[in-house]
């Protein structure tokens, strides 16, 4: 039987950050695994705290001045 194709189910364990575009913004640091996962859970925070910002603002769009 062929395999299902189709979109991946998103969920807390998938990055909304590239991997690759991380490590290609860094100079002169190697990168460890563990970094995107961090790296991952600041940018959520950063999302969550701006969209509280906007909400408190009355607003449904994130601005920059949010973060």
Do not use: H, Q, W
């Amino acid at each position: 039987m062929a395999a299902k194709r189709g979109k991946k189910a998103k969920g807390p364990a998938e990055l909304i950050i590239s991997k690759s575009r991380t490590k290609g913004a860094t100079k002169k640091c190697n990168v460890s695994s563990d970094f995107y996962g961090a790296l991952d859970k600041k940018v959520r925070s950063l999302i969550s705290e701006a969209e509280s910002r906007a909400i408190a603002n009355k607003r449904k769009t994130l601005k920059p001045a949010d973060l």
